[in-house]
């Protein structure tokens, strides 16, 4: 129950390098999925987070090992959390920059199309702030979180 099988330090770096693979392939996948989780993306990382186990723990299923990793994980994600907040340039890169969707009833179907949100769903996001055509939208905008926000023409 507590012996580890393998060195402390190996539970570490296992833990660390699964930790940054899957951080930058979640990145890579776009805002909307982090942001707004459906249920096809709850199902990913679920089995995201079961396949990447054994890779963390390397068939060693002991409290002691588990201990380590999750103090690793929490460790490092409050690294790259001070690391964000301290470093423009960091931030950027962990977290995006926030990207315009409609300026003045202009629709940029580029924008939409390289992070992979349809019609739908900004349409979506466009009636949730009573808004009918893009004709009414002043600004709306992809934010870092993965949340569409929308500023209505007679607003400002």
Not at 61 to 71: D, R
């Amino acid at each position: 129950m507590w012996n580890l099988s393998a060195p402390y330090w190996e539970f570490i770096v296992r833990a660390a390098m699964v930790y940054l693979f899957v951080m930058v392939v979640l990145r890579f996948t776009g805002k909307r999925q982090i942001g707004e989780l459906t249920p096809f993306d709850f199902v990913l990382l679920l089995l995201l987070s079961n396949g990447v186990q054994n890779a963390m723990n390397g068939g060693d299923n002991t409290i002691t090992a588990g201990l380590i990793i999750t103090v690793t994980l929490v460790g490092l994600n409050t690294i790259i959390a001070w690391l964000v907040f301290r470093n423009k340039e960091i931030e950027k890169i962990v977290e995006g920059r926030p990207e315009v969707l409609v300026h003045n009833g202009y629709l940029y179907s580029d924008v939409l199309k390289h992070n992979k949100i349809t019609h739908h769903e900004l349409n979506d996001a466009l009636r949730q702030n009573d808004c009918s055509c893009l004709d009414e939208v002043r600004l709306a905008v992809l934010e870092t979180n993965g949340q569409i926000s929308v500023i209505k023409k007679n607003e400002m």
